[in-house]
Antibody
């Protein structure tokens, strides 16, 4: 069964740090780009960060750039999100998601989607 | 603010057809993907690409696109379809950042 399981969430004070993990199973982890997506309480989904299969390409949302670091260990089938200088507004459920992207040359359009999601881990930043 | 624009709320009578739309410049280059999220649950992919459904998604869900607008259509809405729906694509700057629409809350009456 294809599965993603997040862990590492918790309560942290503003300015603190936390490291999230996402354990993948049931598929060839090293073949896929991976993403972190978060959802603040009562709010919509917010894309946070992505990393390519070999870690060559990494991208961050402006809201977390310079504070969060995404990484992966393909030997351990694991994705990570190191979160530093945490703010109250980082409070959210954090999901990891598997990404698929390819280009349809006949139509000239990209396919881009996240087809597998974990159940999420909750991060609360509060004094 | 989101680069993908969705109506905040839509309602549909049980068994009727409803369309949820998503607008954004990046949709001229990328197909939107659509996610269903019920309270307390993780999002699930319901439509991707031109009009593709993952295994297990009922065929009453379909997708389409034209220009900068993508649509998710539910034909014969069921009570269990009541949920939040999000569209997703890349941003329009070419920087390969991801972006979600603000979400549409679907109520089935």
């Amino acid at each position: 069964e294809v599965q993603l399981v997040e862990s590492g969430g918790g309560l942290v004070k503003p300015g603190g740090s936390l490291r999230l993990s996402c354990a993948a199973s049931g598929f060839t982890f090293s073949s896929y780009s991976m993403n972190w997506v978060r959802q603040a309480p009562g709010k919509g989904l917010e894309w946070v960060s992505s990393i390519s299969s070999s870690s060559s390409y990494i991208h961050y949302a402006d809201s977390v750039k310079g504070r969060f670091t995404i990484s992966r260990d393909n030997a351990k089938n694991s994705l990570y999100l190191q979160m530093n200088s945490l703010r109250v507004e980082d409070t959210a459920v954090y999901y990891c998601a598997r990404e698929v992207q390819y280009y349809d040359i006949l139509i000239g359009t990209y396919y881009y989607y996240m087809d597998v999601w974990g159940k999420g881990t909750t991060v609360t930043v509060s004094s | 603010s989101s680069e993908l624009t969705q109506d905040p709320a839509v309602s549909v009578a049980l068994g009727q057809t409803v369309r949820i739309t998503c607008q954004g410049d990046s949709l001229r280059s990328y197909y939107a993907s659509w996610y269903q999220q019920k309270p307390g649950q993780a999002p699930i992919l319901v439509i991707y690409g031109k009009n593709n459904r993952p295994s297990g998604i009922p065929d009453r869900f379909s997708g389409s696109s034209s220009g900068n607008t993508a649509s998710l259509t539910i034909t014969g809405a069921q009570a269990e379809d009541e949920a939040d729906y999000y569209c997703n694509s890349r941003d329009s700057s070419g920087s390969h950042l991801g972006v979600f629409g603000g979400g549409t809350k679907l109520t089935v009456l």
